[in-house]
T-cell receptor, first 117, second 112 residues
Framework: DADVTQTPRNRITKTGKRIMLECSQTKGHDRMYWYRQDPGLGLRLIYYSFDVKDINKGEISDGYSVSRQAQAKFSLSLESAIPNQTALYFC????????????????FGAGSRLTVL | SQELEQSPQSLIVQEGKNLTINCTSSKTLYGLYWYKQKYGEGLIFLMMLQKGGEEKSHEKITAKLDEKKQQSSLHITASQPSHAGIYLCGADITGTASKLTFGTGTRLQVTL
């Protein structure tokens, strides 16, 4: 099984629908992140979490919400999906202990491709 | 505007040729990370650089961080079809190691 698992891998939905993307990890990492990837724009950070009680907004959090249900689970919700939220979404994790030494190496899931019609 | 600029945006090289991808920041790079992404898939970590002037190599890929810690290059020697994909640089530009900012990516195609 993958260290970082994202579900669903692909989803097509309609404008106005509520969508949840789920992420679970077996690496025991403290930190979890949600990024979106758009052609020509690279990866942009949506939200990140350092532990269950610590949630932080990234650069493009508007229209999104997150929930850290447990150390291993971090879900991303779109309350009312719109077409410009069509993108490839990535969940990533990193180890706080290593980050303290300055090395914040992210481990990525395989991505969730979302299309909003 | 993008905090991390990558160049070129795309690259087509013949198998066996060398190539270089650049990642430039207007801010100090406290940690610079290179990732590779196969089309439509997740990102695979390649290398991390922290010290000015640092250079690391893995197989035929060499990454360098300049002395001023504002630019990094990724060099591939004798490219192979397996090198094809999207290369992204990610950086800690806050100095807190709390999150990474990514460049726009460089799409590499290797022709036979």
């Amino acid at each position: 099984d993958a260290d970082v698992t994202q579900t669903p891998r692909n989803r097509i939905t309609k404008t106005g629908k509520r969508i949840m993307l789920e992420c679970s990890q077996t690496k025991g990492h403290d930190r979890m992140y949600w990024y979106r990837q758009d052609p020509g724009l690279g990866l942009r950070l949506i939200y990140y979490s350092f532990d269950v009680k610590d949630i932080n907004k990234g650069e493009i959090s508007d229209g999104y919400s997150v929930s850290r249900q447990a150390q291993a689970k971090f879900s991303l919700s779109l309350e009312s999906a719109i077409p410009n939220q069509t993108a490839l979404y990535f969940c990533a994790t990193s180890d706080l202990g290593k980050a303290r030494s300055g090395a914040n190496v992210l481990t990525f899931g395989a991505g969730s491709r979302l299309t909003v019609l | 505007s993008q905090e991390l600029e990558q160049s070129p945006q795309s690259l087509i090289v013949q198998e066996g040729k060398n190539l270089t991808i650049n990642c430039t920041s207007s801010k100090t790079l406290y940690g610079l990370y290179w990732y590779k992404q196969k089309y439509g898939e997740g990102l695979i970590f390649l290398m991390m650089l922290q010290k000015g002037g640092e250079e690391k190599s893995h197989e035929k890929i060499t990454a360098k961080l300049d002395e001023k810690k504002q630019q990094s290059s990724l060099h591939i020697t004798a490219s192979q079809p397996s090198h094809a994909g999207i290369y992204l640089c990610g950086a800690d530009i806050t100095g807190t190691a709390s999150k990474l900012t990514f460049g726009t990516g460089t799409r590499l195609q290797v022709t036979l």
